[in-house]
């Protein structure tokens, strides 16, 4: 792995304190984590397929912290480096989610029937983060809520004069490969192969091609550029330090379907990053097709006797242990002029349990007053939850820009602490 003494043996001759990475002037979570006893205890270690402590924390190391977010600081390199590397990612992981505990257990529900209507940001009501939850993949879950579920849909309506698209994406790990931080030319080659081969099966309003960056047109290009849907060579430091961009661009590209509303990236960050979209505010609309996409996604590599990796403690395992669990970010662009100046917008977005961001990505700020809007938390949620967050918070975000537009306060309109 590029950037890395991770693989050199030789390091083990020098005593731990002298490998101990300078953590002083860090501000992720692993570097709240990590001590010298800790370091001691783990350097030696490695994962069957080779993956070192040295690998975990290198993206930690090499970037002491970010202008926006409070960053990881860590991945992961396989399925294993959570079991091996525990008593480092254990903390991180209750850190990064909340105090979510490892004894507790995800839970999954991709029932996009489940959403609820929300009276312009109503509570939403949770059962328990990850506890008794065993909900796990191709599994029927029973209602979230504490009282009966409402059989009404939610998700519909949020008003397209503010919100100006909806997005739902999460990631995928292929059960027996490493991860993109570790894998192999070969690896990921395969996963290339096998991802193609199962997308080309979708038919229906799935139905799509696949575009290989290496050896796509000028026209392709420019028309997935224009679409707002091409991802380049990862230039942020965080991926780059990762080992992420590797041996660029092979085995890498793009699949979407006809109508341009569902997409899945294949090995940038995850194995499969699937992105479900569409401009305006139906966020019904972009969950339920992102609920079947995966459905069938799931189905045609079982069919090929692969599965996604997933346990019931961590959810679906992906590279980043922030987002583990459901891996999902529903999220809008929105338009917030007002709100977005008022000194208690950062307030609100925390008791909402949502966080913004430009919408150029996580490293941008807001252009124009328009955010991006979406859900802070991955794990010990479950999916319908997460965007049920989301609903219910930007009916609430609208109201409240309604009412500085007209010079009015929003003081009633403040949140209790979801």
Sequence with gaps: MPFSNSHNALKLRFPAEDEYPDLSCHNNHMAKVLTPELYAELRSKSTSSGFTLDDVIQTGVDNPGHPFIMTVGCVA???ESYEV?????????????????????????????NL?????????????RGRGGRWG????????????PLRSQGGEDLDPNYVLSSRVRTGRSIRGFCLPPHCSRGERRAIEKLAVEALASLDGDLSG???????????EQQQLIDDHF??????SPLLLASGMARDWPDARGIWHNDNKTFLVWVNEEDHLRVISMQKGGNMKEVFARFC???????TLFKAKNYEFMWNPHLGYILTCPSNLGTGLRAGVHIKLPHLGQHEKFPEVLRRLRLQKRGTGGVDTA?????????????????????????????????????????GQAIDDLMPAQK
């Design 77 to 79: 390199g396989d399925e």
């Design 85 to 113: 590397f525990k008593d480092l990612l254990d903390p991180i992981i209750e850190d990064r989610h909340g105090g979510y505990k490892p004894s507790d257990e995800h839970k999954t529900d991709l029932n996009a029937d």
């Design 116 to 128: 609820q209507v929300g009276a312009g940001g109503g509570r939403v009501q949770v059962r328990g």
């Design 137 to 148: 993949p191709g599994r029927e879950p029973a209602s979230s809520s504490r009282s009966a």
């Design 209 to 219: 091609r696949y575009y290989a960056l290496k050896s796509m047109t000028e026209a």
């Design 230 to 235: 091409l991802f380049d060579k990862p230039v």
């Design 292 to 298: 079947n996409g995966l459905s069938q996604i799931e």
């Design 366 to 406: 807001a252009v124009g007053g328009v955010f991006d809007v979406s859900n802070a938390d991955r794990l010990g949620f479950s999916e319908v939850e997460l965007v049920q967050m989301v609903v219910d918070g930007v009916k609430l975000l609208i109201r409240m820009e309604q009412r500085l537009e007209q």
